[in-house]
Structure formats: structure tokens, C-alpha cells
């Protein structure tokens, strides 16, 4: 058990539709990634915060947003989905901003039907 | 832009054989990880390598980081059907984001 919480493990929904996923970071860890990942392209970093503020981007989608509260848990939404965004989506978070080993969570496979 | 090259995409071997998997870039990295996927779970880390021509054991599985900091190589020696997995590297590169290898999908028959 790497620390790192997701909600939900499963998801199914039709094309056109929007979900959000949810992520809790380890204890005391204020860095939170998402990355995607899907058989065809290998784990693609998707964004970054760092202590409730975006600190990098990747290979994000406009149609997909993400944001870090307050208490630092993070949610990933994603909207107008396409078949092509079915993908195990993974949250991790690590201590720091730079250079530091990050930890993953158990990933929210979801399926665009 | 910086990219990770693994090699090989596959690798299926039989109880007891030995393998070596390669990562490698163009780019410097500051640090360089291993991790260990398994179907349905997400990856865990392995090891960090962070000087040039550091070598790290852990148990059966050798690490080594090369020179200039651009590739490392993964060896297991006597691989044993619980070593089957998905196999990633992953730098720490100049902007601080960690930049992961396509993975090295190995199967350890008994």
C-alpha cells in the first residue's frame, strides 16, 4: 500500500460524458501528478500541483482540467469523453516539487463505452 | 524534449535464465528509477539512481546508471516467475517532472 488514494477503482460511462476522478495523496506529501496510461502510448504524465497550485503540464487534453484543494487532495476531471480516453488514470504524490520519488496509487480504470 | 528509450518491449524467458533491460536517452538526467507494475496496480518503486556509474543490488536484480547519466541497464540473475511484470524506467529531468520508458513487459515461465 503505497499511501496514495483513488476513487473510484471502475468507471463505465458513455461517450459525450463527463467524470471526475479523485485523489488523495500520501501523508504529508504536497506534490500531486496525473498520468495516463493506456496500451498504446505507456504512462503519459498529464499535470502537476504542488501545494494547491499547477506547477507543470504534459500531455494534457484542453477537454480535461484538474485542481488541488485545500486540504491537497486533487481531482482529475474529464469531459466531452471519447472512446479513446479509456485508460487507467494515475494519481501519485511525492514530498516535494523537484527531484523526489513520487508514489503511486492504485489507478481509476475507466471505460468510455 | 526529453524521451526514454526501453528495450526490449518484451521479454518472455524461461525459470532460472538471467536478462538485462535497457533505458536509454539523449538527455542527461539528474536521477533515474526502476518500477515494478502489475496488472491492475500502479507502479512501485524499485530504486533511485542518482551518480553516474552507480551500481544498486536489491536481492536478484542489479541496477546500473550509466556514466553520463543518459541510460541504465535492469539484470536479473535467476529469474523466478514472481519477477513477471511490467517493467518502467523513469528520469528526473531539468524540469523537475518525471518522464517514464515506454516499459519492458517480461514473463518468467516455470
Known amino acids: 500500500d503505497s499511501g496514495v488514494t483513488q476513487t473510484p477503482k471502475h468507471l463505465i460511462t458513455a461517450t459525450g460524458q463527463r467524470v471526475t476522478l479523485r485523489c488523495s495523496p500520501r501523508s504529508g506529501d504536497l506534490s500531486v501528478y496525473w498520468y495516463q496510461q493506456s496500451l498504446d502510448q505507456g504512462l503519459q504524465f498529464l499535470i502537476q500541483y504542488y501545494n494547491g497550485e499547477e506547477r507543470a503540464k504534459g500531455n494534457i487534453l484542453e477537454r480535461f482540467s484538474a485542481q488541488q484543494f485545500p486540504d491537497l487532495h486533487s481531482e482529475l476531471n474529464l469531459s466531452s469523453l471519447e472512446l479513446g480516453d479509456s485508460a487507467l488514470y494515475f494519481c501519485?504524490?511525492?514530498?516535494?516539487?523537484?527531484?523526489?520519488?513520487?508514489?503511486f496509487g492504485e489507478g481509476s480504470w475507466l471505460t468510455v463505452v | 524534449t526529453q524521451l526514454l528509450e526501453q528495450s526490449p518491449q518484451f521479454l518472455s524467458i524461461q525459470e532460472g535464465e538471467n536478462l538485462t533491460v535497457y533505458c536509454n536517452s539523449s538527455?542527461?538526467?539528474?536521477?533515474l528509477q526502476w518500477y515494478r507494475q502489475e496488472p491492475g496496480e500502479g507502479p512501485v518503486l524499485l530504486v533511485t539512481v542518482v551518480t553516474g556509474g552507480e551500481v544498486k543490488k536489491l536481492k536478484r536484480l542489479t541496477f546500473q546508471f550509466g556514466d553520463a547519466r543518459k541510460d541504465s541497464s535492469l539484470h536479473i540473475t535467476a529469474a523466478q516467475p514472481g519477477d513477471t511484470g511490467l517493467y518502467l524506467c523513469?528520469?528526473?529531468?531539468?524540469?523537475?517532472?518525471?518522464?517514464f520508458g515506454q516499459g519492458t513487459t517480461l514473463q518468467v515461465k516455470p
Open positions: 538527455s542527461v538526467f539528474s536521477s
Open positions: 501519485a504524490s511525492s514530498v516535494a516539487l523537484l527531484g523526489n520519488t513520487i508514489y
Open positions: 523513469a528520469g528526473s529531468g531539468n524540469t523537475g517532472k518525471l518522464i
